[in-house]
């Protein structure tokens, strides 16, 4: 069982890392193999709006997309995580997730998510469009969204780690996605 852990926060160390982790740890204690990315690290170059995929299936663009797309393909669940930046995801994650617009409609379908989400406010209603944006883009794609992990109130670098009860509740839901597959 073959898991990928998509970190969208450029800040190393950071509270989406920290809880992607802890997710991926939790998988790790079920028996899964787990692979993890920092899109920040990567060169994924936003989407050109050419549509020349719409034929190929191709981009157009020769970036590490490529690559970020096979290991997609490879694994039966992944971790999505982001931090809200203005009430969305981080550019990275967004360039990330336009970038699926190349990819045949049915190619994901199946796959199991966890979405994580940490933000500065204190309120989940912070995360609220991305949440509804991943969960329109999974349903879609035919993907099974299987957890949401938010994590409100934590701003500061490593701050999540303060949250005893999130990062159990993220652990448990890596856990639990490997005995749903
Ligand atoms: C450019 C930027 C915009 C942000 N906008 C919001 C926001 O709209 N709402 C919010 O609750 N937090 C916002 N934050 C705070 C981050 O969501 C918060 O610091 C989060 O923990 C960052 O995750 P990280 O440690 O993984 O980078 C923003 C942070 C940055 C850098």
């Known amino acids: 069982m073959q898991i990928l852990g998509v970190v969208g ?20 204690e079920a028996g899964a193999e787990i692979e ?3 899109l920040d690290a990567l060169d994924i170059r936003p989407c050109k709006g050419c549509f020349a995929c719409s034929k190929t299936h191709e981009c157009v663009q020769d970036d590490d997309m490529k690559m970020v ?11 999505l995580g982001t931090p809200i930046y203005w009430w969305g995801p981080s550019a990275q994650f967004k360039a990330f997730l336009d970038r699926w617009v190349s990819i045949p409609r049915t190619l994901f379908r199946g796959k199991k998510t966890i979405l994580t989400i940490p933000c500065g406010g204190g309120s989940e209603s912070y995360a609220r ?8 883009i999974l349903s879609y794609l035919g993907m099974e969204h299987f957890a949401t992990i938010l994590a409100p109130g934590f701003g500061k670098r490593g701050e999540v780690r303060s949250a005893p009860d999130i990062l159990s509740a993220a652990r448990q839901a890596g856990n639990d996605i490997i005995k749903k597959i």
């Open 36 to 38: 993890k990315i920092i």
């Open 69 to 79: 797309i096979v290991k997609m393909q490879e694994s039966q669940a992944w971790v």
């Open 9 to 28: 926060s450029p800040r190393r160390g950071g509270n989406t890392e920290i809880l992607v982790d802890e997710i991926l740890d939790g998988a790790t």
């Open 129 to 136: 469009h991305t949440v509804d944006m991943l969960d329109d």
